[in-house]
Protein backbone atom coordinates (compact mmCIF):
# COMPACT_ATOMS: atom_id res chain seq x y z
CA UNK A 1 0.00 0.00 0.00
CA UNK A 2 1.92 3.67 -1.27
CA UNK A 3 0.56 7.23 -1.21
CA UNK A 4 1.43 7.39 -4.85
CA UNK A 5 4.44 7.75 -7.01
CA UNK A 6 4.44 4.53 -8.74
CA UNK A 7 3.67 5.36 -12.32
CA UNK A 8 5.93 3.87 -15.14
CA UNK A 9 9.73 4.69 -15.50
CA UNK A 10 10.24 8.36 -16.98
CA UNK A 11 7.24 10.01 -15.60
CA UNK A 12 8.29 12.93 -13.27
CA UNK A 13 5.23 10.90 -10.79
CA UNK A 14 7.55 8.50 -9.10
CA UNK A 15 9.21 8.01 -5.93
CA UNK A 16 12.34 6.44 -6.59
CA UNK A 17 12.42 4.08 -3.81
CA UNK A 18 9.37 2.58 -3.97
CA UNK A 19 10.02 2.33 -7.85
CA UNK A 20 13.32 0.00 -6.24
CA UNK A 21 11.84 -1.55 -3.49
CA UNK A 22 8.85 -2.98 -6.14
CA UNK A 23 11.32 -3.65 -8.99
CA UNK A 24 14.03 -5.59 -6.83
CA UNK A 25 10.82 -7.59 -4.65
CA UNK A 26 8.56 -8.77 -7.70
CA UNK A 27 11.65 -10.47 -9.60
CA UNK A 28 11.11 -13.06 -6.68
CA UNK A 29 7.41 -12.66 -5.58
CA UNK A 30 4.27 -12.10 -6.91
CA UNK A 31 3.49 -8.34 -5.50
CA UNK A 32 0.42 -6.29 -5.77
CA UNK A 33 0.75 -2.58 -5.52
CA UNK A 34 -2.21 -0.37 -3.96
CA UNK A 35 -1.57 3.03 -4.74
CA UNK A 36 -4.51 5.06 -2.83
CA UNK A 37 -4.52 7.77 -4.47
CA UNK A 38 -2.12 8.31 -6.90
CA UNK A 39 -4.95 9.51 -9.36
CA UNK A 40 -8.26 10.82 -9.19
CA UNK A 41 -9.40 7.69 -11.06
CA UNK A 42 -9.51 4.04 -10.79
CA UNK A 43 -6.80 2.43 -12.99
CA UNK A 44 -4.80 -0.25 -13.36
CA UNK A 45 -1.55 -1.03 -15.09
CA UNK A 46 2.24 -2.85 -14.63
CA UNK A 47 5.03 -1.93 -12.78
CA UNK A 48 8.24 -4.34 -13.71
CA UNK A 49 6.57 -7.59 -12.50
CA UNK A 50 4.45 -5.85 -10.44
CA UNK A 51 0.22 -5.28 -10.76
CA UNK A 52 -0.67 -1.68 -10.47
CA UNK A 53 -4.41 -0.85 -8.54
CA UNK A 54 -5.08 2.81 -7.88
CA UNK A 55 -7.67 3.40 -5.60
CA UNK A 56 -9.01 7.03 -5.07
CA UNK A 57 -9.71 8.23 -2.04
CA UNK A 58 -12.16 11.47 -2.98
CA UNK A 59 -12.69 14.10 -0.34
CA UNK A 60 -10.94 12.12 2.43
CA UNK A 61 -14.10 11.54 4.15
CA UNK A 62 -15.21 8.68 6.39
CA UNK A 63 -16.89 7.04 3.78
CA UNK A 64 -14.30 7.64 1.36
CA UNK A 65 -11.91 5.96 3.39
CA UNK A 66 -14.70 2.82 4.37
CA UNK A 67 -14.81 2.38 0.22
CA UNK A 68 -11.61 2.71 0.45
CA UNK A 69 -10.74 -0.27 2.52
CA UNK A 70 -13.47 -1.78 0.76
CA UNK A 71 -12.20 -1.57 -2.32
CA UNK A 72 -8.53 -2.32 -1.13
CA UNK A 73 -9.71 -6.06 0.33
CA UNK A 74 -11.26 -6.86 -2.83
CA UNK A 75 -8.40 -6.07 -5.03
CA UNK A 76 -5.99 -8.15 -2.01
CA UNK A 77 -8.16 -10.94 -2.71
CA UNK A 78 -7.55 -11.17 -6.88
CA UNK A 79 -4.77 -13.61 -6.83
CA UNK A 80 -5.99 -15.61 -3.53
CA UNK A 81 -4.95 -14.32 -0.11
CA UNK A 82 -2.07 -12.56 0.52
CA UNK A 83 0.80 -14.08 2.49
CA UNK A 84 1.87 -9.99 4.00
CA UNK A 85 0.67 -6.49 3.94
CA UNK A 86 3.07 -3.68 3.69
CA UNK A 87 1.74 -0.51 4.60
CA UNK A 88 4.11 2.49 3.52
CA UNK A 89 3.73 5.69 5.44
CA UNK A 90 1.64 5.28 8.57
CA UNK A 91 -1.32 7.36 7.52
CA UNK A 92 -4.18 6.32 4.78
CA UNK A 93 -1.67 3.25 3.53
CA UNK A 94 -0.98 1.87 6.82
CA UNK A 95 -4.10 2.25 7.90
CA UNK A 96 -5.13 0.41 4.06
CA UNK A 97 -2.78 -2.33 5.11
CA UNK A 98 -3.56 -2.59 8.53
CA UNK A 99 -6.99 -3.12 7.80
CA UNK A 100 -6.41 -5.84 5.06
CA UNK A 101 -4.58 -8.04 7.26
CA UNK A 102 -6.27 -7.80 9.95
CA UNK A 103 -9.22 -9.14 7.21
CA UNK A 104 -7.12 -11.80 5.76
CA UNK A 105 -5.70 -13.28 9.18
CA UNK A 106 -2.12 -12.13 7.78
CA UNK A 107 1.09 -10.08 8.76
CA UNK A 108 1.61 -6.34 8.52
CA UNK A 109 4.55 -4.30 8.11
CA UNK A 110 4.06 -0.59 8.39
CA UNK A 111 6.46 1.75 8.11
CA UNK A 112 6.63 5.10 9.42
CA UNK A 113 8.27 7.07 6.68
CA UNK A 114 8.14 10.75 7.29
CA UNK A 115 6.26 13.69 9.30
CA UNK A 116 2.90 11.48 10.19
CA UNK A 117 3.57 11.73 13.95
CA UNK A 118 5.54 15.25 13.86
CA UNK A 119 3.84 18.70 14.97
CA UNK A 120 5.42 21.77 13.58
CA UNK A 121 3.35 24.35 14.05
CA UNK A 122 5.25 27.56 12.60
CA UNK A 123 5.12 25.84 8.83
CA UNK A 124 1.43 23.86 9.72
CA UNK A 125 3.67 20.71 8.90
CA UNK A 126 3.34 17.31 10.03
CA UNK A 127 0.33 14.78 10.96
CA UNK A 128 0.45 15.16 14.87
CA UNK A 129 -1.12 18.72 14.05
CA UNK A 130 -4.50 17.65 13.42
CA UNK A 131 -6.48 14.93 15.88
CA UNK A 132 -7.96 13.30 12.51
CA UNK A 133 -4.46 12.23 10.78
CA UNK A 134 -3.17 11.45 14.90
CA UNK A 135 -5.97 9.18 15.20
CA UNK A 136 -5.06 7.41 11.61
CA UNK A 137 -2.08 7.01 12.45
CA UNK A 138 -1.71 5.92 15.70
CA UNK A 139 -4.63 2.63 14.60
CA UNK A 140 -2.15 2.05 11.59
CA UNK A 141 0.67 1.61 14.11
CA UNK A 142 -1.30 0.04 16.54
CA UNK A 143 -2.54 -2.89 14.47
CA UNK A 144 0.58 -3.77 12.45
CA UNK A 145 2.45 -6.77 13.33
CA UNK A 146 5.83 -4.69 12.93
CA UNK A 147 6.48 -0.61 12.82
CA UNK A 148 9.36 -0.07 10.94
CA UNK A 149 11.38 3.64 10.45
CA UNK A 150 14.44 4.20 8.22
CA UNK A 151 16.58 5.52 10.91
CA UNK A 152 17.45 5.61 14.12
CA UNK A 153 16.68 9.24 14.55
CA UNK A 154 13.30 8.54 13.82
CA UNK A 155 12.90 5.97 15.87
CA UNK A 156 13.35 8.22 18.82
CA UNK A 157 11.55 10.77 17.29
CA UNK A 158 8.41 8.50 17.65
CA UNK A 159 8.65 7.55 21.35
CA UNK A 160 7.68 10.33 22.77
CA UNK A 161 4.61 9.68 20.84
CA UNK A 162 3.93 6.19 22.43
CA UNK A 163 5.34 4.38 19.22
CA UNK A 164 7.80 1.30 19.47
CA UNK A 165 9.64 1.14 16.29
CA UNK A 166 10.70 -2.80 15.99
CA UNK A 167 12.96 -2.34 13.13
CA UNK A 168 15.29 0.31 11.36
CA UNK A 169 15.40 -0.66 7.63
CA UNK A 170 17.09 2.41 5.84
CA UNK A 171 15.58 3.23 2.60
CA UNK A 172 18.41 3.22 0.09
CA UNK A 173 19.87 4.80 -2.80
CA UNK A 174 20.07 2.99 -6.41
CA UNK A 175 23.72 2.68 -6.52
CA UNK A 176 23.24 1.62 -10.25
CA UNK A 177 22.68 5.54 -10.76
CA UNK A 178 24.38 7.08 -7.97
CA UNK A 179 28.11 6.25 -7.47
CA UNK A 180 31.11 7.94 -7.92
CA UNK A 181 33.24 8.10 -11.29
CA UNK A 182 36.93 7.81 -11.80
CA UNK A 183 37.20 10.97 -13.52
CA UNK A 184 35.21 12.83 -10.54
CA UNK A 185 36.61 16.03 -9.66
CA UNK A 186 34.18 18.10 -7.28
CA UNK A 187 34.38 21.86 -7.36
CA UNK A 188 35.67 22.47 -3.70
CA UNK A 189 33.62 25.81 -3.24
CA UNK A 190 30.34 24.00 -4.79
CA UNK A 191 27.86 22.53 -2.79
CA UNK A 192 24.31 21.08 -3.95
CA UNK A 193 20.81 20.20 -2.07
CA UNK A 194 18.79 17.96 -3.35
CA UNK A 195 15.05 18.18 -2.28
CA UNK A 196 11.59 19.66 -2.89
CA UNK A 197 11.54 23.48 -2.46
CA UNK A 198 9.26 23.67 0.49
CA UNK A 199 8.59 25.00 4.03
CA UNK A 200 9.71 21.80 5.91
CA UNK A 201 13.11 21.46 4.05
CA UNK A 202 13.56 24.84 4.56
CA UNK A 203 16.05 26.15 1.84
CA UNK A 204 15.23 29.42 3.47
CA UNK A 205 17.72 28.66 6.24
CA UNK A 206 20.36 27.67 3.04
CA UNK A 207 19.70 30.73 1.16
CA UNK A 208 20.49 32.78 4.07
CA UNK A 209 23.31 30.60 5.04
CA UNK A 210 24.69 31.42 1.71
CA UNK A 211 24.54 35.57 2.13
CA UNK A 212 26.19 35.35 5.53
CA UNK A 213 29.08 33.37 4.04
CA UNK A 214 29.56 35.44 1.54
CA UNK A 215 29.62 38.69 3.95
CA UNK A 216 32.46 36.41 5.62
CA UNK A 217 34.25 36.26 2.20
CA UNK A 218 33.49 32.67 1.67
CA UNK A 219 32.95 32.04 -2.32
CA UNK A 220 30.94 29.28 -2.10
CA UNK A 221 28.10 28.31 -4.36
CA UNK A 222 24.89 26.77 -4.56
CA UNK A 223 23.18 24.34 -6.84
CA UNK A 224 19.11 23.46 -5.71
CA UNK A 225 17.68 20.35 -7.26
CA UNK A 226 14.58 19.86 -6.79
CA UNK A 227 10.73 21.17 -7.93
CA UNK A 228 9.69 24.20 -6.39
CA UNK A 229 6.18 24.02 -4.74
CA UNK A 230 6.36 27.58 -3.69
CA UNK A 231 6.20 29.36 -7.02
CA UNK A 232 9.91 31.31 -6.85
CA UNK A 233 9.90 32.38 -3.18
CA UNK A 234 13.38 31.05 -2.90
CA UNK A 235 15.13 33.02 -6.44
CA UNK A 236 13.06 36.27 -4.85
CA UNK A 237 14.65 35.48 -1.28
CA UNK A 238 18.08 35.32 -3.09
CA UNK A 239 17.59 38.21 -4.98
CA UNK A 240 16.65 40.65 -2.07
CA UNK A 241 20.15 39.10 -0.10
CA UNK A 242 22.13 40.07 -3.10
CA UNK A 243 23.34 36.17 -3.70
CA UNK A 244 21.38 35.16 -6.65
CA UNK A 245 24.90 35.15 -8.51
CA UNK A 246 25.92 32.55 -6.06
CA UNK A 247 22.72 30.06 -6.37
CA UNK A 248 21.56 28.43 -9.33
CA UNK A 249 17.85 26.58 -9.43
CA UNK A 250 18.10 23.48 -11.64
CA UNK A 251 14.84 22.11 -10.66
CA UNK A 252 13.54 18.46 -10.67
CA UNK A 253 15.78 15.98 -12.90
CA UNK A 254 15.91 12.79 -13.34
CA UNK A 255 17.95 10.52 -11.22
CA UNK A 256 20.89 10.39 -13.55
CA UNK A 257 21.13 14.11 -14.00
CA UNK A 258 20.75 14.83 -10.23
CA UNK A 259 23.94 11.79 -9.76
CA UNK A 260 25.95 14.26 -11.97
CA UNK A 261 25.03 17.65 -10.34
CA UNK A 262 26.20 15.30 -6.91
CA UNK A 263 29.46 14.52 -8.41
CA UNK A 264 30.27 18.20 -8.96
CA UNK A 265 29.90 19.32 -5.67
CA UNK A 266 32.20 19.48 -3.06
CA UNK A 267 29.10 18.78 -0.03
CA UNK A 268 25.44 18.38 0.11
CA UNK A 269 23.38 20.43 2.63
CA UNK A 270 20.85 19.53 4.36
CA UNK A 271 18.53 21.88 6.00
CA UNK A 272 15.09 20.33 7.02
CA UNK A 273 12.87 21.53 10.07
CA UNK A 274 11.90 17.23 9.76
CA UNK A 275 13.66 14.48 7.76
CA UNK A 276 12.48 10.95 8.97
CA UNK A 277 15.49 9.26 6.24
CA UNK A 278 16.82 11.18 3.93
CA UNK A 279 17.24 9.41 0.62
CA UNK A 280 18.91 12.60 -0.91
CA UNK A 281 21.77 11.88 1.81
CA UNK A 282 22.29 8.48 0.36
CA UNK A 283 22.45 9.11 -3.01
CA UNK A 284 24.61 11.69 -2.24
CA UNK A 285 26.93 9.37 -0.20
CA UNK A 286 26.95 6.96 -2.68
CA UNK A 287 28.56 9.49 -5.10
CA UNK A 288 31.49 10.17 -2.88
CA UNK A 289 29.73 13.49 -1.69
CA UNK A 290 29.58 14.12 2.27
CA UNK A 291 26.39 15.75 4.08
CA UNK A 292 26.85 18.76 5.95
CA UNK A 293 23.34 19.28 7.89
CA UNK A 294 20.70 19.34 10.68
CA UNK A 295 20.93 16.72 12.89
CA UNK A 296 17.59 15.20 11.40
CA UNK A 297 17.30 11.87 9.89
CA UNK A 298 20.54 10.25 8.62
CA UNK A 299 23.13 13.08 9.62
CA UNK A 300 21.85 12.76 13.59
CA UNK A 301 22.69 9.11 12.58
CA UNK A 302 25.70 9.77 11.44
CA UNK A 303 27.41 12.52 13.86
CA UNK A 304 27.23 9.99 17.10
CA UNK A 305 28.78 11.32 19.23
CA UNK A 306 32.15 9.38 20.19
CA UNK A 307 31.72 7.50 16.74
CA UNK A 308 34.19 8.68 13.56
CA UNK A 309 31.62 10.99 11.71
CA UNK A 310 29.98 10.50 8.29
CA UNK A 311 28.54 14.11 8.37
CA UNK A 312 29.22 17.14 9.52
CA UNK A 313 26.49 18.92 12.00
CA UNK A 314 24.73 22.08 12.16
CA UNK A 315 24.14 22.53 15.67
CA UNK A 316 21.56 24.84 15.72
CA UNK A 317 18.64 25.77 13.40
CA UNK A 318 20.15 29.48 12.27
CA UNK A 319 21.94 31.37 9.20
CA UNK A 320 25.02 31.92 11.31
CA UNK A 321 25.26 28.19 12.65
CA UNK A 322 25.12 26.55 8.95
CA UNK A 323 27.17 29.32 7.67
CA UNK A 324 29.22 28.86 10.58
CA UNK A 325 29.67 25.03 9.53
CA UNK A 326 29.34 25.19 6.26
CA UNK A 327 32.60 27.03 5.94
CA UNK A 328 34.59 24.64 8.10
CA UNK A 329 33.08 21.90 6.29
CA UNK A 330 34.50 23.27 3.14
CA UNK A 331 38.19 23.89 4.57
CA UNK A 332 38.34 19.90 6.62
CA UNK A 333 41.51 18.29 6.01
CA UNK A 334 39.62 14.82 7.21
CA UNK A 335 37.26 15.56 4.33
CA UNK A 336 37.97 12.40 2.34
CA UNK A 337 37.65 10.32 5.38
CA UNK A 338 34.25 11.68 6.20
CA UNK A 339 32.83 10.91 2.64
CA UNK A 340 34.90 7.48 2.30
CA UNK A 341 32.89 6.69 5.47
CA UNK A 342 29.41 8.39 4.31
CA UNK A 343 29.73 6.37 0.89
CA UNK A 344 30.67 2.95 2.97
CA UNK A 345 27.49 3.38 4.58
CA UNK A 346 25.53 4.27 1.42
CA UNK A 347 27.01 1.33 -0.65
CA UNK A 348 26.12 -1.33 2.07
CA UNK A 349 22.67 -0.09 2.78
CA UNK A 350 22.17 0.65 -1.05
CA UNK A 351 18.27 0.15 -2.77
CA UNK A 352 19.11 -3.81 -2.79
CA UNK A 353 19.89 -4.26 1.14
CA UNK A 354 16.41 -2.96 1.29
CA UNK A 355 14.49 -4.90 -0.36
CA UNK A 356 16.91 -7.87 1.40
CA UNK A 357 16.12 -6.77 4.81
CA UNK A 358 12.36 -6.72 3.82
CA UNK A 359 12.33 -9.39 2.19
CA UNK A 360 13.77 -11.08 5.14
CA UNK A 361 11.39 -9.38 7.52
CA UNK A 362 8.55 -10.91 5.49
CA UNK A 363 9.38 -14.50 5.33
CA UNK A 364 10.32 -13.95 9.16
CA UNK A 365 6.59 -12.73 9.83
CA UNK A 366 5.07 -15.57 7.31
CA UNK A 367 6.92 -17.97 9.02
CA UNK A 368 5.88 -17.07 12.62
CA UNK A 369 2.53 -16.77 11.32
CA UNK A 370 2.27 -19.88 9.90
CA UNK A 371 4.25 -21.40 12.74
CA UNK A 372 1.19 -19.79 15.30
CA UNK A 373 -1.71 -21.11 12.93
CA UNK A 374 -0.34 -24.62 13.13
CA UNK A 375 0.58 -24.64 16.58
CA UNK A 376 -3.38 -23.48 17.05
CA UNK A 377 -4.52 -26.19 14.80
CA UNK A 378 -2.52 -28.86 15.53
CA UNK A 379 -1.34 -29.23 11.84
CA UNK A 380 2.31 -28.47 10.04
CA UNK A 381 2.94 -25.32 8.84
CA UNK A 382 2.48 -24.40 4.88
CA UNK A 383 4.86 -23.23 2.82
CA UNK A 384 4.88 -19.20 2.20
CA UNK A 385 5.10 -18.63 -1.15
Known sequence: MVPGGVDP????????????????????????VLAVGHDPQPGEWRLFDADVVNIPIGEHSKSDILRVLRSATRATTRGG??????GLWANLPGLVAAAVGR??????????????????????????????????????VRL????????????????????????????????????????????????VHVGSLNRVKDQDLLVRAMAELGATGVDASVTFVGADT????????AAELGVSDRITFAGQLPSDQVADVLRGASWNVLTSRHDAGPVAVLEAAACGVPTVGVRVGHVADFTVPGVAPAAVPIDEHTPIAAARAIAGAMTRDDRPAIAERAEHWARTHDADATARAFDVLYRRLVANSSRRAAASSGSAPRRSR
Not at 117 to 127: L, T
Not at 157 to 186: K, M, S
Open 81 to 86: RPDVVH
Open 144 to 191: ATTVTVATEWMRDHLAPNGVVADEVIPLGADTRIFHPRPDQAADPLRL
Open 230 to 237: LHGHHARL
Open 103 to 140: RHGVPVVVSVGGGEFASVPDIGYGGGLAGGTRLLAGAA
Open 9 to 32: PGSPRTIPFIHHLVERLSADHRVT
